[in-house]
């Protein structure tokens, strides 16, 4: 034990038990390793990853550091209602990005990327705008991973913070730097099978030792009111409603979501995201729950930090072997994400920068190669550095998420809207970032006219959010409907009331603000209709490109 009263491992077993895991991931890379690996293969493996693998690699890559602290964090600070709030809308983003992946699919059926689809739909600067927005999403993830493992380490052994970060960076990039996208898939697999083992067996035992189910009732008297309610408004306000709305850009925004979505058979898209949507819930809310136990018996949190609950909890009631067992749940889980983040930033700067920007749709397959496996090198490198600065995850979390939703409404309106512009794309999602970060930040006085526009702006957004998932799943016309009665109701019932949640106001206008002005810009213009058949002959496979139709392969807007 150390001072925190936590499991202390010695040095030798922490690096034994880090170099079993990287080693043992390392080895299984070497089975599908490839004398001469092609571009497709890196960066989708070929379009052809089966349903198994598939609904695994998505699982493994959605549940990362955050799903273990964010998760039990949530369950002991909303009660009751906080792992569902946290593990259910997560699980439910998995599902909603299943009926818009198939039009994806459906446009660009070679693609890697979404910003290729953007790309061929709108040119250049919109393309990069997803791209950037991806970039910036994943090396914050990478940070986060990295994070999360730093202090595993530097809890559970003599190790220090920077050389559990420094293992786990170089151990995934160690593994991954191989075969690209398909290391991360194959790896995926093994890694939720351990996951998900060790999870069964370790959530029961923590319940049991603490004493039972008898005793979470228990708990129930040393509860706030708020926090006994399965119904807790503040536990949606201030939890469920704000990530609701962040992981539903994620589902959008996310490459290393749209990766999979690219490299599953077509065929296995539904049975593959269905499938990863129960898992993920499953797994995290259980997670979710050891938070709410260490609520019900009045556990502290060491040293006040929120990230110390689920080590503490293992710590306090099991054995050492059960430590070493979570140790091992936590640094896979963190490296599934982790290798997922390596592959998507190497993808984008394949495809998005070099395929279609520089190279002009006529890239050079070794250098593209090379250009990927640099990006991870250098990926990884930013990724550890800024993992010294230990920001919060949840707050990250949130605040990627909500910038991502500036960008959710242009990318799914334009590929089913054959009038949306560039132009229309690009403004719309540079406005709505403006006005999210002036509402996150409250670089203005949050009073009188100021606020209630931002109240009907976070209206409107939230119509987009109903809107658009009740459109992928029923249709336009229930979309619509959905939308309208949305805002109606928010106007209603949501000015004068939101401003006290400024986290949900400022993720709103993310949204609302996208969808008003690139609505508004579009019907305003008066450019051709686009021709989605274009899409098809314009994203293709860059290890067999014909150069002499590179000019017709091009947007408007890209030559």
């Given at each position: 034990?150390?001072?925190?009263?936590?499991?202390?491992?010695?040095?030798?077993?922490?690096?034994?038990?880090?170099?079993?895991?990287?080693?043992?991931t390392?080895?299984?890379?070497?089975?599908?390793?490839?004398?001469k690996?092609?571009?497709?293969?890196?960066?989708v493996?070929?379009?052809?990853?089966g349903?198994?693998?598939?609904?695994?690699?998505?699982?493994?890559?959605?549940?990362?550091?955050?799903?273990?602290?964010?998760?039990?964090?949530?369950?002991y600070?909303?009660g009751?209602?906080?792992p569902?709030?946290y593990?259910f809308?997560?699980?439910?983003?998995?599902?909603f990005?299943?009926?818009?992946?198939?039009?994806?699919r459906?446009?660009?059926?070679?693609?890697?990327?979404?910003?290729?689809?953007?790309?061929?739909?709108?040119g250049?600067s919109?393309?990069?705008?997803?791209a950037?927005?991806?970039?910036?999403?994943?090396?914050?993830?990478l940070?986060?991973?990295?994070?999360?493992?730093?202090?595993l380490?530097?809890?559970l052994?003599?190790?220090?913070?920077?050389?559990?970060v420094?293992?786990?960076?170089?151990?995934?990039l160690?593994?991954?730097l191989?075969s690209?996208?398909r290391?991360?898939v194959?790896?995926d697999f093994a890694q939720l099978v351990?996951?998900?083992a060790?999870?069964?067996?370790?959530?029961p035992?923590?319940l049991?030792?603490?004493g039972?189910?008898s005793?979470?009732?228990?708990?129930?008297?040393?509860m706030?009111?708020?926090?006994?309610?399965?119904?807790?408004?503040?536990?949606?306000?201030?939890?469920?409603?704000p990530?609701?709305?962040?992981?539903?850009a994620?589902?959008?925004?996310?490459?290393?979501?749209?990766q999979?979505?690219?490299?599953?058979?077509?065929?296995?898209?539904?049975?593959?995201?269905?499938?990863?949507?129960?898992?993920?819930?499953?797994?995290?809310?259980g997670?979710?729950?050891?938070?709410?136990?260490?609520?019900?018996?009045?556990?502290?949190?060491?040293?006040?930090e929120?990230?110390?609950?689920?080590p503490?909890?293992?710590?306090?009631?099991l054995?050492?072997?059960?430590v070493?067992?979570?140790?091992?749940?936590?640094?896979?889980s963190l490296?599934s994400?982790?290798d997922?983040d390596?592959s998507?930033?190497s993808?984008?700067?394949?495809?998005d920068?070099y395929?279609?920007?520089?190279?002009?749709?006529?890239?050079?397959?070794?250098?593209?190669m090379?250009?990927?496996?640099?990006?991870m090198?250098v990926?990884?490198?930013?990724?550890?550095?800024?993992?010294?600065?230990s920001?919060?995850?949840?707050?990250m979390?949130?605040?990627v998420?909500?910038?991502?939703?500036?960008?959710?409404?242009?990318?799914?309106v334009?590929?089913f809207?054959?009038?949306?512009?560039?132009?229309?794309?690009?403004?719309?999602?540079?406005?709505?970032?403006?006005?999210?970060?002036?509402?996150?930040?409250?670089?203005?006085?949050?009073?009188?006219?100021?606020?209630?526009?931002?109240?009907?702006?976070?209206?409107?957004?939230?119509?987009v959010?109903i809107?658009?998932?009740?459109?992928?799943?029923?249709?336009?016309?229930?979309?619509?409907v959905?939308?309208?009665?949305?805002?109606?109701?928010?106007?209603?019932?949501?000015?004068?009331?939101?401003?006290?949640?400024?986290v949900?106001?400022a993720?709103?206008?993310?949204?609302?603000?996208?969808?008003?002005?690139?609505?508004?810009?579009?019907?305003?213009?008066?450019?051709?209709?686009?021709?989605?058949?274009?899409?098809?002959?314009?994203?293709?496979?860059?290890d067999?490109?014909e150069?002499?139709?590179?000019?017709d392969?091009?947007p408007?807007?890209a030559?």
């Amino acid at each position: 034990m150390n001072e925190n009263g936590f499991t202390q491992f010695s040095t030798v077993t922490v690096l034994l038990l880090l170099a079993a895991f990287y080693g043992g991931t390392y080895l299984l890379t070497l089975l599908i390793r490839k004398d001469k690996e092609d571009t497709s293969g890196f960066m989708v493996a070929g379009h052809q990853v089966g349903f198994g693998m598939g609904a695994a690699s998505m699982t493994a890559t959605w549940i990362w550091a955050a799903s273990f602290y964010a998760a039990a964090t949530s369950g002991y600070t909303y009660g009751v209602s906080g792992p569902i709030h946290y593990g259910f809308w997560g699980a439910l983003m998995i599902l909603f990005i299943y009926p818009f992946g198939r039009r994806f699919r459906e446009l660009a059926p070679n693609g890697h990327t979404l910003g290729e689809l953007i790309h061929a739909r709108h040119g250049s600067s919109s393309q990069l705008i997803l791209a950037g927005s991806n970039v910036l999403g994943s090396v914050i993830s990478l940070m986060v991973n990295f994070t999360a493992a730093g202090a595993l380490v530097s809890v559970l052994s003599p190790l220090s913070f920077e050389t559990g970060v420094l293992v786990a960076g170089v151990g995934v990039l160690s593994y991954t730097l191989t075969s690209g996208f398909r290391a991360s898939v194959f790896t995926d697999f093994a890694q939720l099978v351990a996951l998900m083992a060790i999870a069964v067996v370790i959530i029961p035992a923590v319940l049991f030792a603490a004493g039972g189910p008898s005793v979470m009732v228990e708990g129930l008297s040393r509860m706030t009111d708020e926090q006994a309610s399965l119904f807790s408004v503040d536990a949606i306000m201030n939890q469920g409603a704000p990530f609701f709305v962040a992981v539903l850009a994620y589902a959008i925004g996310n490459q290393t979501i749209s990766q999979r979505l690219f490299a599953v058979r077509e065929k296995n898209i539904k049975s593959t995201f269905v499938t990863a949507t129960l898992g993920y819930g499953a797994i995290v809310i259980g997670l979710g729950m050891i938070g709410l136990m260490a609520l019900s018996v009045g556990v502290e949190p060491i040293n006040g930090e929120m990230n110390n609950l689920i080590p503490q909890m293992v710590s306090t009631y099991l054995s050492p072997f059960f430590v070493a067992l979570f140790f091992v749940l936590v640094i896979g889980s963190l490296s599934s994400t982790a290798d997922s983040d390596l592959s998507a930033l190497s993808t984008i700067m394949m495809a998005d920068v070099y395929g279609k920007n520089i190279a002009k749709n006529d890239p050079n397959p070794k250098i593209m190669m090379m250009v990927g496996r640099i990006t991870m090198i250098v990926a990884t490198v930013a990724g550890l550095i800024f993992a010294s600065f230990s920001l919060d995850i949840l707050v990250m979390l949130v605040f990627v998420g909500a910038l991502w939703g500036a960008i959710v409404f242009p990318v799914i309106v334009s590929c089913f809207w054959d009038r949306v512009t560039n132009a229309a794309f690009t403004w719309s999602v540079v406005v709505a970032m403006a006005l999210f970060c002036i509402a996150r930040f409250e670089l203005v006085e949050m009073t009188g006219l100021t606020v209630l526009a931002f109240e009907i702006l976070a209206s409107a957004g939230g119509a987009v959010v109903i809107g658009m998932m009740v459109f992928g799943f029923f249709g336009r016309a229930a979309g619509l409907v959905a939308g309208a009665i949305t805002l109606v109701l928010m106007l209603v019932f949501a000015t004068g009331f939101l401003r006290d949640y400024m986290v949900l106001v400022a993720s709103l206008t993310a949204y609302g603000a996208s969808a008003l002005v690139c609505t508004a810009m579009t019907l305003l213009s008066k450019e051709e209709r686009f021709d989605f058949d274009l899409i098809k002959k314009r994203v293709g496979c860059y290890d067999d490109v014909e150069t002499d139709e590179t000019v017709d392969m091009m947007p408007e807007g890209a030559k």
